[in-house]
């Protein structure tokens, strides 16, 4: 079993939706012979789509992490239940129909134009990605996955209207998948938003609801459940998002970026990735849980990017034959290659290696300490080391378990800003 991203599934989905388009129509010439009037099945799924609400909060861009914490998330007004007969559904469908209502507005189609090279050596625009976005500010601000608009010349977002911009990036985030693109509404358009839940307070079983554009199907609605919380989901090869929600409402190519929906309408996860074996949904979605994404977000929209910790050294995650090579005390762990002079982590203690080895295109400097955890997380790989150090500013201080020689023994070390650091 693999996870896919929208990216590794997109080939797994086409070449389905091709199949399955040809046993449809097979089906579907049949079916009509024999159910004349009969809707048939779609022949491909459709593309991810975004949430709405009413009008939404403005984030001043002085204030914007303020504004955001303060934000309020409006729940369904019962007088919205007397606006139309829904006496024919249940209570539970009457609950579906008014989120759908009152979001899907909000929730934006994206597509992106990437730069190839042809035969001639010239660059030339082709079709990009496409996914999911949720406008969470009335200027033009949407929340997406970051893999939705990477390596993108263009980012094109289409309303629900059918009316479509071009946007620009405001920001990205590739260790938490996130990302903001901004466009102008025109003069007088009052564009809707979608409300900022609360993630900390979310229990298994309770209902959740996802708006997106599952293979190009605008604004489809899928209902299901959580299905379990705090799910440690490694996206890239030295990636882990923490706290991830696990759902089991259908989430497809297309649905990246969108929202995940509490009953009451708002978001309370961007859905991120599916866990799957065929590049379809199987009912194992995951989204990045909002109280995450509203820190992110802010610094995106304020900085650009958001301002991480880091220890000022070079560290090298030990493997078996490096282990093997220098007969190391420990099997896992971060070995302490290097340390930027008269830096933060050197004058904490931290100690780099003297005995340069070539290994492969690289150099390792052996004889440093070994990481084995910071700041109470126990590091075996770097995936470890960042997840670890997610949610730390430059200038915190955090706790390092080393090993050096044969002692065990811990430092305060106080962090570098990521930015100004080059490994």
Same mark, same amino acid.
């Given at each position: ?47 991810? &789509?975004?949430?709405?609400? %009413?009008? !939404?909060? @403005? $984030?001043?861009?002085?204030? *914007?992490? +303020? ?65 999911? &976005?949720?406008?969470?500010? %009335?200027? !033009?601000? @949407? $929340?997406?996955?970051?893999? *939705?608009? +990477? ?70 609605? %899928?209902? !299901? ?199």
């Amino acid at each position: 079993m693999k996870l896919y991203s929208r990216g590794q599934a997109a080939f797994f989905s086409v070449l389905g939706v091709l199949i399955g388009g040809l046993f449809v129509l097979g089906i579907g010439l049949l079916g009509l012979l024999k159910q004349p009037g009969q809707p048939g099945q779609p022949g491909q799924p459709g593309q991810p &789509g975004l949430l709405t609400k %009413t009008a !939404g909060e @403005v $984030l001043d861009p002085a204030g *914007v992490t +303020e504004a955001l914490k303060l934000q309020q998330a409006a729940s369904i007004d019962p007088a919205l239940y007397n606006t139309a007969d829904l006496s024919a559904y249940s209570q539970d469908e009457r609950e579906n129909i008014l989120v759908y209502e009152m979001i899907n507005e909000a929730v934006v189609n994206i597509t992106t134009e990437t730069v190839a090279i042809n035969w001639f050596l010239e660059p030339v625009p082709q079709e990009g990605g496409s996914g999911s &976005g949720s406008i969470i500010d %009335t200027r !033009g601000y @949407v $929340l997406t996955n970051n893999h *939705v608009i +990477e390596n993108a010349y263009k980012v094109f977002i289409s309303l629900a209207d059918g009316s479509q911009y071009e946007g620009t990036v405001v920001g990205v985030d590739t260790e938490s998948d996130l990302a903001v693109v901004k466009f102008d509404p025109p003069p007088g358009v009052q564009l809707k938003t979608i409300p900022f839940g609360d993630s900390a307070g979310l229990k298994v079983g309770q209902k959740a609801l996802a708006i997106g554009n599952p293979f190009a199907l605008e604004r489809t609605l %899928t209902v !299901g459940i959580i299905s379990g919380l705090g799910r440690p989901i490694q996206i890239k090869t030295d990636t882990i998002i923490q706290n991830m929600i696990q759902t089991d409402a259908a989430i497809n190519f297309g649905n990246s970026g969108g929202p995940l929906l509490d009953a009451q309408g708002r978001m309370i996860g961007i859905n991120t990735i599916i866990y799957s074996t065929s590049g379809g949904s199987v009912g194992i979605g995951f989204a990045v849980p909002i109280n995450s994404a509203k820190r992110i977000v802010a610094e995106l929209i304020e900085f650009g990017r958001v301002r991480r910790g880091r220890l000022d050294a070079t560290l090298i995650q030990l493997f078996p034959e490096l282990v093997r090579y220098a007969s190391l005390p420990v099997e896992s762990g971060l070995l302490v290659s290097r340390v930027n002079k008269g830096g933060l982590a050197e004058q904490a203690g931290l100690r780099q290696g003297s005995e340069p080895v070539r290994y492969r295109n690289s150099t390792i400097y052996l004889g440093g300490d070994i990481i084995t955890a910071v700041d109470g997380v126990q590091v075996k790989a770097l995936a470890d080391y960042y997840s670890a150090l997610e949610d730390n500013r430059p200038g915190d201080r955090v706790k390092v378990d080393i090993v050096r020689g044969t002692r065990t023994m811990s430092l305060t070390v106080t962090l570098a800003d990521q930015q100004n650091l080059t490994n």
